[in-house]
Nanobody, 124 residues
């Protein structure tokens, strides 16, 4: 399994971005795919996760109502639509594959796969 994140960029406060995670390998449907972010001087933060079937989603409290995660089975891709962005959302966004969405979006444990991230910068 390999994952590739893309779609980051620079945006002003209140703007929107959509980041994508492309999955390469077999059995896309059995993996929950999630996003975590890493910023200098800050701990790794789980942001969102979607189950393999797409029926269950989870979000970090501070992004609820602003971020939407979805998956496209035909394209083996997971998307994270980010609206009303804030400077605190700045970081490198990585996608990761696990069999189930981690409890409390804790991505500090073992991951089945994760890839290089994409930089998201929100200017004030």
């Amino acid at each position: 399994v390999q994952l590739q994140a893309s779609g980051g960029g620079l945006v002003q406060t209140g703007g929107s971005l959509r980041v994508s995670c492309t999955f390469s390998g077999s059995w896309f449907d059995i993996y929950a795919i999630g996003w975590f972010r890493q910023a200098p001087g800050r701990k790794r933060e789980g942001v969102s996760c979607i189950s393999g079937s797409g029926s269950t989603t989870d979000y970090k409290e501070s992004v609820k109502g602003r971020f939407t995660i979805s998956r496209d089975k035909a394209k083996n891709t997971v998307y994270l639509q980010m609206d009303s962005l804030k400077p605190d959302d700045t970081g490198v966004y990585h996608c990761a594959a696990t069999r189930l969405c981690p409890y409390e979006l804790d991505y500090n444990g073992a991951l089945d796969a994760w890839g290089q991230g994409t930089q998201v910068t929100v200017s004030s």
